[in-house]
């Protein structure tokens, strides 16, 4: 009990205190989670209603394949982006290994299965007759599909706060294409890892309880969005 004492404690220096390493792994964790999560979602979006509204020969087999994805291991996926990052792989001229842009394409590649998953069972759950009804009242296919997406608002949100917190929590992938390298690739996973690996627990817990309320915020600012929405409707 001392040691999480402790650590909530040291949440709170590091958060008070201005300590420019801790703002630093801080700013980064947000920088590079929350550009994965907007790469995701515009891939993830347009993808995820074309296996829900189109049918194509293949399409149950593409579903079954992003659904398998949102269960894949951050580790396997980090191993993945290695290997095409690295100095003699297919994209090793990039030079983008041991960099917050190859974080963010590994937790991107982490995050667009699940909005993939979740935008198509969503759009599913919608009455097929809907956008035919938008359409015959003269709505535009851009605005009827506009108006799909707001009646699948809720579960859509839903599949954005699962890939934010699935990529912001992630440590494996992080790990092996960002090397953890101080004050240029070390976000709160990382230190937290690193600091249990030094026998420092307080710090550690630090880091993690800062991520939570990171987490915790980020989503609690999307609820109250959507909910705001909600009632001015």
């Known amino acids: ?14 958060l008070l205190s201005g300590d420019q390493d801790s703002w630093s792994i801080i700013m980064l964790t947000l920088r590079v989670s929350l550009t994965a999560t907007a ?36 580790v396997v996926v ?45 759009l599913q759950q919608v009455d097929p007759d809907f956008r035919v009804q938008m359409q015959a009242l003269g709505a535009t296919p851009i605005r009827a599909f506009a108006a799909l997406l707001g009646e699948a608002r809720l579960p859509l949100l839903a599949g954005a706060m699962a890939a934010f917190g699935a990529v912001v929590s992630e440590v494996g992938a992080a790990q092996m294409v960002g090397g953890n390298l101080a004050g240029q690739t070390r976000v709160l996973t990382t230190a937290a890892v690193l600091a249990t690996s030094r026998g420092q627990f307080s710090l550690a817990i630090a880091f993690g309880m800062i991520l939570l309320l990171i987490a915790f915020a980020v989503n609690l600012s999307l609820t109250l969005m959507q909910q705001r929405r909600t009632v001015l409707r």
């Open 78 to 122: 980090g191993l993945f982006v290695t290997v095409l990052l690295w100095r003699s792989g297919p994209l090793g001229g990039l030079e983008l290994l041991y960099t917050p842009t190859a974080m963010v394409i590994a937790q991107a590649a982490i995050a667009t299965p699940i909005v993939v998953a979740l935008v198509a069972a969503a």
């Open 39 to 74: 790469i995701a979602l515009l891939i993830g979006l347009p993808l995820g209603a074309t296996l829900a509204l189109a049918r194509f020969p293949g399409r149950r087999m593409v579903l079954a394949a992003a659904n398998t994805g949102m269960g894949m291991p951050p």
């Open 1 to 14: 009990m001392d040691v999480l004492f402790d650590g909530l404690l040291d949440a709170i220096r590091l």
